[in-house]
Nanobody, 124 residues
Framework: QLQVVESGGGLVQPGDSLRLSCTAS????????WAWFRQASGREREFVAR?????????TYADSAKGRFTVSRDNAKNTIYLQMNNLKPEDTAVYFC????????????????WGQGTQVTVSS
């Protein structure tokens, strides 16, 4: 059974950077496709980025994340990362990582495995 824990959130100022971590246990991250979603207070969950299994280099981003956010992985640490640069107040949300068995999807319902989320607050 896959378990996922996010970390790395916090309070930062506009223009700052954060790196979120998504550490898996129970299974290797290599067995899954991964995605990041976020949910701001009072708003619906939205897709941020997705990455296919390691055998494929495919990674795609929401328009709001393009050019600022980067997904990477460290197989030795069984961890997926979301590097977020030039953060804006509108990036404030709880960020979640999610996994499925290989479906390259932007829809949260396609991901059966979720972490508990980590809060990112961007404010001056």
């Amino acid at each position: 059974q896959l378990q996922v824990v996010e970390s790395g959130g916090g309070l930062v100022q506009p223009g700052d950077s954060l790196r979120l971590s998504c550490t898996a246990s129970g299974r290797s991250i290599s067995s899954f496709a991964w995605a990041w979603f976020r949910q701001a207070s009072g708003r619906e969950r939205e897709f941020v980025a997705r990455t296919a299994r390691p055998m494929s280099s495919s990674t795609t981003y929401a328009d709001s994340a393009k050019g600022r956010f980067t997904v990477s992985r460290d197989n030795a640490k069984n961890t997926i990362y979301l590097q977020m640069n030039n953060l804006k107040p509108e990036d404030t949300a709880v960020y979640f990582c999610a996994a499925n068995f290989g479906k390259f999807s932007t829809t949260g319902e396609e991901y059966p495995y979720w972490g508990q989320g980590t809060q990112v607050t961007v404010s001056s």
